[in-house]
């Protein structure tokens, strides 16, 4: 039942479990992260790049197969944490979803 759910997952968008390499544009650099997870308002990716809070990044996580498009968005660094092994957790808003048909 949705009264049953654990805080966490009261969200306005159903956050996405995922494990797929993104492309993350940051200061005209270009490198390739992790995405964890994904929802309509952001992901979490991991990377071994340290970014700041309220930095603008370009994401691009490409799709395979026939008439598939890429997912492309513009995001602001919201949250970081260290992750393992050098790496951080890095939380990610969504600010624009780009309509990648007609690019």
Request: hydrophobic share 35%; with cysteine.
């Amino acid at each position: 039942m949705a009264l049953d759910r654990a805080y966490e997952e009261k969200r306005s968008f159903i956050r996405m479990r995922i494990d797929t390499p993104v492309q993350v544009t940051h200061s005209g650099q270009t490198f390739v992260a992790r995405c964890k997870d994904l929802s309509g308002a952001g992901m979490l990716i991991t990377c071994d790049r340290k970014l700041a809070i309220n930095d603008l990044t370009e994401v691009c996580i490409e799709q395979e197969g026939p008439n598939r498009f890429p997912f492309r968005a513009s995001a602001t660094v919201s949250r970081i944490e260290p992750g393992a092994a050098g790496e951080y957790d890095i939380g990610l808003t969504l600010t624009e979803i780009h309509d990648t048909v007609h690019e």
